[in-house]
């Protein structure tokens, strides 16, 4: 179970008559919902806590119906904002928008760095304000208002917490089109596993999900692979596995010439492409 609030850490002098003082974080909602999301997360597996200070890598860009039309870079460093940049194949000709392909490749590349830093409660109170929310299916519902997010068609974020305080579902729903014709919904359920074998800390097992959009439903399934680089246990692939109307579809988010704290992880350097040998009494010479 969650540990109880923490309590205010100034004291002030108390006349004797006086009740004493309602602790801070019980007295303010918000500090009160804080809290237990910040103890929730400290149930999950902290990379940093175990020594991880930056991260690179590379990713193809492997666009469903397409195939690899670029490469993703992905690089993050402590105490600063990650960085994700798309680099598109000289000389091809593309069925879509080369600026859908950019916004593919960002969304991929921090789906794996997400993964890795394992964050996944309090990456959602950037710029948003929590709420305790009632309990939906026997979970623990908190919602975030984020005015970002509002002004781009989001009606519901929001995180489904068990009675232990662990995260088991996330919600967003949003509306687009004339009068909010067009509703888009997700719901992400996930599970969790101990980091490594004696952990009481939890990594990602598994993750599905659900998802209407466009008047369209998807189905998600994704698993992930990790390795233990120098004792940080990283998420270095996911395989992402979705029911399409058209049949089913599968990516493989890999992470390729992978950099951890400076150095480079033996294993993640992907083959060279095979040369291709000229025919026997070719010559590079015409005449």
């Excluded at 801070?24 to 804080?34: K, N, S, Y």
Aim: overall charge negative; some cysteine.
């Amino acid at each position: 179970m969650l540990t109880a609030l923490l309590l205010a850490t100034a004291l002030c002098p108390i006349a004797a008559q006086e009740a004493p003082a309602e602790p801070a974080a019980a007295a303010d909602p918000a500090a009160r919902v804080r809290t237990f999301l910040l103890e929730a997360e400290a149930r999950l597996y902290d990379p940093q806590a175990a020594g991880l200070n930056s991260l690179a890598f590379d990713m193809p860009l492997d666009f469903p119906g397409i195939g690899v039309v670029g490469t993703i870079r992905v690089s993050w460093a402590r105490g600063g904002d990650p960085q994700v940049t798309t680099t598109r194949n000289a000389g091809l000709e593309l069925p879509i928008p080369p600026a859908m392909l950019d916004d593919a490749g960002s969304q991929m590349g921090g789906q794996l760095l997400t993964a890795m830093l394992n964050r996944p409660i309090t990456s959602m109170l950037d710029g948003s304000t929590a709420r305790m929310d009632g309990a939906v299916d026997g979970l623990l519902r908190v919602s975030l208002e984020n005015a970002e997010a509002g002004a781009q068609g989001i009606t519901e974020l929001s995180m489904y917490f068990d009675e232990d305080g662990l995260l088991r579902k996330r919600v967003m729903a949003s509306e687009s089109g004339p009068l909010g014709s067009i509703k888009n919904r997700q719901v992400e359920t996930l599970e969790w596993k101990p980091a490594h074998e004696g952990s009481d800390k939890l990594v990602l097992a598994s993750q599905t999900a659900d998802v209407e959009a466009m008047g369209m439903k998807l189905a998600t399934t994704m698993s992930f692979v990790y390795r233990s680089v120098d004792d940080i246990v990283l998420p270095t692939s996911i395989t992402v596995n979705t029911e399409t109307p058209s049949g089913p579809m599968t990516q493989n988010l890999a992470a390729q010439n992978l950099v951890v704290n400076g150095t480079p992880v033996p294993g993640t350097i992907p083959e060279p492409a095979p040369t291709t040998t000229p025919p026997a009494g070719a010559s590079d010479d015409e005449g």
